[in-house]
C-alpha cells in the first residue's frame, strides 16, 4: 500500500496525540486526503481533509480540537488530536485520491481509492 499510518496509542481522557499518514507521494502529486475513524459496532466517519494546495476542512466533532497538516519534507500528513474524549476511540485511516483536489463531499469515503491499513486509538475516561 502507499500509505502508511502510526502514532496510535493509548491515552487518558483530556490527553493527545499525533497520527501520521506517510506517502512520499504527498510531497509531489496533487491530492485530496482525508482521516476518517470507526469505532466498534460504529459507522465510518470522516474527521478532516487536506488537499495538496492547503486547503483543510473538519468535521463538526472535532473543530478546535483536531489540526490537520503537512510535514516540512512533505511526505507526512499529520492529525494533531487535543482534548481527547473516550468517544474519540477507534481505528484511524488515512485515506486519498490522487491526481485532483475538488470533492464534492470530501467526507465520503467512497471518493477516496487509496487506504492505509490503521492505527488503532484509545482514549480511556
Known amino acids: 500500500e502507499r500509505l502508511v499510518e502510526s502514532g496510535g496509542g493509548s491515552v487518558q481522557s483530556g490527553g493527545s496525540l499525533r497520527l501520521s499518514c506517510a506517502s512520499s507521494r504527498f510531497s509531489h502529486r496533487t491530492f485530496r486526503m482525508a482521516w476518517f475513524r470507526r469505532a466498534e459496532g460504529k459507522e465510518r466517519e470522516a474527521i478532516a481533509t487536506?488537499?495538496?494546495?492547503?486547503?483543510?476542512a473538519y468535521s463538526d466533532f472535532v473543530k478546535g480540537r483536531f489540526v490537520i497538516s503537512q510535514d516540512g519534507d512533505g511526505n507526512v500528513i499529520d492529525l494533531e488530536m487535543k482534548s481527547l474524549k473516550p468517544e474519540d476511540s477507534g481505528m484511524y485511516h488515512c485515506?486519498?485520491?490522487?491526481?485532483?483536489?475538488?470533492?464534492?463531499?470530501?467526507?465520503?469515503?467512497?471518493?477516496?481509492?487509496?487506504w492505509g491499513k490503521g492505527t488503532q486509538v484509545t482514549v480511556s475516561s
Open positions: 487536506l488537499t495538496s494546495d492547503g486547503r483543510s
Open positions: 485515506a486519498a485520491r490522487w491526481g485532483v483536489t475538488y470533492a464534492e463531499d470530501w467526507s465520503q469515503s467512497g471518493y477516496y481509492n487509496d
